[in-house]
Nanobody, 119 residues
Framework: QVQLVESGGGLVQPGGSLRLSCAAS????????MGWYLQAPGKQRELVAG???????NYRDSVKGRFTIFRDNGKSTVYLQMDSLKPEDTAVYYCNAQKLILGRYRNVWGQGTLVTVSS
């Protein structure tokens, strides 16, 4: 069974830090590109950070210098280290696994974890 399970969300004060984890099962994790997305209330899901199977990373402008995505292929887990958190980072964060297979992208999503940044 293919599954992505996120953890690490919660309530944090502005300026604080959180580390999100996403554990994968049922896929060959090392060959998938991985990403973290956020969805704020009433808004569309948006990419926060991505890391390719080769280890290349990309970030949305608003999190550059504050968030770091990294992966541990031995543990089939991708992480999102979030520092200097701001209230506008509040959202549900989703983990995504993507791979191009026979000309079509296969996408797997986690169930999401809520991050609330508030004093």
């Amino acid at each position: 069974q293919v599954q992505l399970v996120e953890s690490g969300g919660g309530l944090v004060q502005p300026g604080g830090s959180l580390r999100l984890s996403c554990a994968a099962s049922g896929i060959t994790f090392s060959v998938y590109d991985m990403g973290w997305y956020l969805q704020a209330p009433g808004k569309q899901r948006e990419l926060v950070a991505g890391i390719t199977s080769d280890g290349n990373t990309n970030y949305r402008d608003s999190v550059k210098g504050r968030f770091t995505i990294f992966r541990d292929n031995g543990k089939s887990t991708v992480y999102l280290q979030m520092d200097s958190l701001k209230p506008e980072d509040t959202a549900v964060y989703y983990c995504n696994a993507q791979k191009l297979i026979l000309g079509r992208y296969r996408n797997v999503w986690g169930q999401g974890t809520l991050v609330t940044v508030s004093s």
